[in-house]
């Protein structure tokens, strides 16, 4: 089941915020219980009935899914657009630039991370795991753009279809973006001296 969903290209359902890449819910879901269809998934709830849970760290929220007699529990705190941690009140903290508020969380807040928490969830099946991993593209991604090299007829071509692979492979990882920036400015600092 793992490898059969890992290899389910998500990368057209994909949404950007920021440098932070999401799967759609709706379409997890549905590719998930096409591939699954005794699936099953459970919100977990407080006792007053909602789906959130509260510390003094901030609010959480917990999702478990099942599918072909396995099941995974996921969390995932309740979190603003900047990824710090609401809680049922605002608050502030002091980072170098300034103080910073955070904002209570409301019911869409504690909806959006439900939602989120179940696609984290079905990705410990398989499903859009690569998001996790830094990549987002199932490895037949890859493939696609070594066999688009392999087709180039001219050098122009090939330079081309290259440097379009590498931006993208790039812009989908991070840890490539930030080695690529190291060695230009150390190329750029080498070629000064």
């Not at 290899?7 to 440098?19: L, P, Q």
């Not at 705190?77 to 630039?97: G, I, L, S, W």
């Not at 939602?115 to 037949?140: H, Q, S, T």
């Not at 050098?155 to 931006?167: H, I």
Request: glycine fraction near 6%.
């Amino acid at each position: 089941m793992y490898k059969e969903l890992r290899s389910i290209n998500v990368k057209d359902k994909v949404e950007r915020k920021g440098d932070l890449t999401y799967l759609s819910w709706a379409y997890a879901w549905d590719a998930f219980a096409q591939a699954c269809p005794d699936a099953r998934y459970t919100i977990s709830k407080n006792p007053q009935g909602l789906p959130v849970f509260e510390s003094e760290a901030g609010a959480m929220v917990w999702t478990s899914v099942t599918a072909g007699g396995l099941t995974h529990e996921m969390w995932l705190p309740v979190m603003d657009q900047r990824n710090n941690a609401m809680k049922r009140e605002p608050y502030q903290f002091q980072t170098k630039r300034g103080v910073v508020t955070v904002e209570a969380y409301t019911m869409m807040d504690i909806n959006k991370t439900v939602m989120r928490c179940l696609v984290k969830n079905l990705a410990m099946f398989g499903l859009g795991i690569a998001i996790y991993a830094g990549e987002d593209l199932p490895d037949g991604e890859l493939d696609e753009s070594v066999s688009a090299i392999m087709r180039c007829t001219s050098e122009r071509d090939l330079e081309v279809v290259y440097k379009t692979a590498m931006r993208d492979l790039l812009a989908r990882n991070p840890d490539m973006r930030k080695l690529t920036a190291a060695k230009d400015q150390r190329l750029h600092d080498l070629q000064e001296s």
